[in-house]
């Protein structure tokens, strides 16, 4: 079994910068694929990113590239998120979500999730 714990996100201004991490737990952590999905108010769970277990591979939504940047650390089995320039549309409830599905953007694909943390742009 796996463990995903999410750290607090936070209230921030349009055009400002977030960084969230997810503390992975659990002997396989390391060898699975991480994404960060997430969800505004009546819309569905949506893809944000996803990186590769080795690290060398990552894949975006065209939404946040450029602007977004997903990093392990398999050492410390933690995922980043690095947002940057943030809009007010990025306003949401982000989780973190661990498989074996590098590169597939389907919620059904990935079987581990965090509890979500809020992320607020104010405009």
């Known amino acids: 079994q796996v463990q995903l714990v999410e750290s607090a996100g936070g209230l921030v201004q349009s055009g400002g910068s977030l960084k969230l991490s997810c503390a992975a737990s659990?002997?396989?952590?390391?060898?699975?694929?991480m994404a960060w999905f997430r969800q505004s108010p009546g819309k569905e769970r949506e893809f944000v990113a996803s990186?590769?277990?080795?690290?060398?591979?990552?894949y975006y939504t065209d939404s946040v590239k450029g602007r977004f940047t997903i990093s392990r650390d398999n050492v410390k089995s933690t995922v980043y998120l690095q947002m940057n320039s943030l809009k007010p549309e990025d306003t949401a409830v982000y989780s973190c979500?661990?498989?074996?599905?590098?590169?597939?953007?389907?919620?059904?694909?990935?079987?581990?999730w965090g509890q979500g943390t809020q992320v607020t742009v104010s405009s």
């Open positions: 979500a661990a498989g074996y599905s590098y590169g597939d953007s389907d919620v059904r694909s990935w079987d581990y």
């Open positions: 990186i590769h277990w080795s690290g060398t591979m990552t």
């Open positions: 659990g002997r396989r952590s390391s060898s699975l694929d």
